[in-house]
T-cell receptor, first 116, second 112 residues
Framework: ETGVTQTPRHLVMGMTNKKSLKCEQH?????MYWYKQSAKKPLELMFV???????ENNSVPSRFSPECPNSSHLFLHLHTLQPEDSALYLC???????????????FGQGTRLTVV | LAKTTQPISMDSYEGQEVNITCSHN???????ITWYQQFPSQGPRFIIQ???TKVTNEVASLFIPADRKSSTLSLPRVSLSDTAVYYC?????????????FGSGTQLTVLP
């Protein structure tokens, strides 16, 4: 267990469905991330939130809509997805500190999404 | 953002020491070097992080030469369960979150 929990672990949805992925951490981190990992490909950074504010959006299609209501929770709302959106969606969190030292990111187990 | 280059794949046998080298020629002064391990269908897991010289923990060692333009992750006496993808990241998480950008990684396969 890394302290970052993602639900659900598996999700099958039709192209007209609306679903949401949830990520939760109680590590006291203030930065949270969404990644997409397609089969046998590197992780693609999608969104970054720092202190609940979105700081990165890597040209992600609008059918993916993130939400960060507080520093402990992160959602990814999905609607009208395409089959090519099928992938492992990973959430991560880390400290965002402004002084000395560096930090590591903690990842959840991911949600395996299949769009049919 | 410092670009990293790693071998795409490596094979080893159980009980051997494995060294995976990462090149990062344009590393910045404030950048740290971090290695992650990822098993199939799981999120990456932090292995080790360093800034210069040598860092050792219970899992691995990280060797960083004086010019910091490369680094080597050393896994002592690997076992079958060490088969995974290993990612080298270079950056400063105090700055842009783009520093948490993953490359292609190195697929390590440990053979019996």
């Amino acid at each position: 267990e890394t302290g970052v929990t993602q639900t659900p672990r598996h999700l099958v949805m039709g192209m007209t469905n609306k679903k949401s992925l949830k990520c939760e951490q109680h590590l006291g981190h203030n930065a949270m991330y969404w990644y997409k990992q397609s089969a046998k490909k590197p992780l693609e950074l999608m969104f970054v939130y720092n202190f609940k504010e979105q700081t990165e959006n890597n040209s992600v299609p609008s059918r993916f809509s993130p939400e960060c209501p507080n520093s402990s929770h992160l959602f990814l709302h999905l609607h009208t997805l395409q089959p090519e959106d099928s992938a492992l969606y990973l959430c991560a969190s880390s400290y965002k500190i402004s002084t000395v030292g560096n930090t590591e990111a903690f990842f959840g187990q991911g949600t395996r999404l299949t769009v049919v | 953002l410092a670009k990293t280059t790693q071998p795409i794949s490596m094979d080893s046998y159980e009980g051997q020491e494995v060294n995976i080298t990462c090149s990062h020629n344009n590393i910045a002064t404030n950048d740290y070097i971090t290695w992650y391990q990822q098993f199939p269908s799981q999120g990456p897991r932090f292995i080790i992080q360093g800034y210069k010289t040598k860092v050792t923990n219970e899992v691995a060692s990280l060797f960083i030469p004086a010019d910091r333009k490369s680094s080597t992750l050393s896994l002592p006496r690997v076992s079958l369960s060490d088969t995974a993808v290993y990612y080298c990241l270079v950056g400063d998480l105090r700055g842009s979150a783009r520093q948490l950008t993953f490359g292609s990684g190195t697929q390590l396969t440990v053979l019996p």
